[in-house]
């Protein structure tokens, strides 16, 4: 009669890996801790991590292949002492925004936006400049590309991911893109899209505006982007 191996520290720890690796719910708990990039190259690690991160809500939003609703909004208000006061964003819960978003539109002048953030594997990421917000009319943050989404489109490959992913988190019904605008280039408006604009959307408009390389900004009138120490601030002033 044969006898059992005794257990060695080297097969516990593989039985303590397979273990974790075989149980769904675990290894989706570990996935939606990794960097984006990291989580979108780990769907070629093998079937069934493809599947959990195909399939699961939470990498699916990480990835911004999932709209992800705000937490709050930020409404932004006019400088009482006149254009060259300072101007403030009063962070304000989510419902607020839903209740003025209509009535600010139809008034003008101060507008409430969601917080969000942008999808770093696809626009620059500023730093530590905080929101690069344009004021010249009203408050719109500017999202810069820096893959050229023109090149990828005429590559083909219609299934990659990268078309299938929201600009922004949350996603945007209306975005305006713009190629040299300041050296009198157009201005387009990118609309008509009920689940929001996804990036195969913005190749495809940039094909057929005739625009070529990174060089291709955006400006969404219904989210602005917080840096980590200002989302817990209550008014952010400048």
Partial sequence: ??????????????????????????????????????????????RK?????????????????????????????????????????????????????DELRERGGDRVFQSGVRNTLLCKDYGDEGMNISLEYFPAEYIELKRDLAALHKQGEPSASWRKMYLTQPTSLECYGFHNLFEGGALNAITGYPDGVKAGDIASEMVRNGVKGKDYFFHTTECLFPLEREVDMKTIEW
Avoid: C
């Fill in 49 to 101: 991590w493809r599947s959990i991160i195909s399939q699961s809500a939470d990498p699916q939003q990480q990835l911004s292949m999932l709209p992800r609703e705000a937490e709050f909004a930020w409404e932004f208000l006019k400088a009482p002492d006149g254009p060259e006061g300072p101007r403030r964003l009063m962070k304000v819960p989510l419902e607020t925004y839903r209740q003025k978003r």
């Fill in 1 to 46: 009669m044969s006898r059992a191996k005794p257990a060695t520290r080297q097969n516990t720890r593989h039985a303590a890996f397979n273990a974790v690796l075989l149980t769904t719910e675990l290894l989706e708990n570990i996935l939606q801790h990794l960097p984006t990039r990291d989580l979108l190259l780990s769907q070629r690690v093998s």
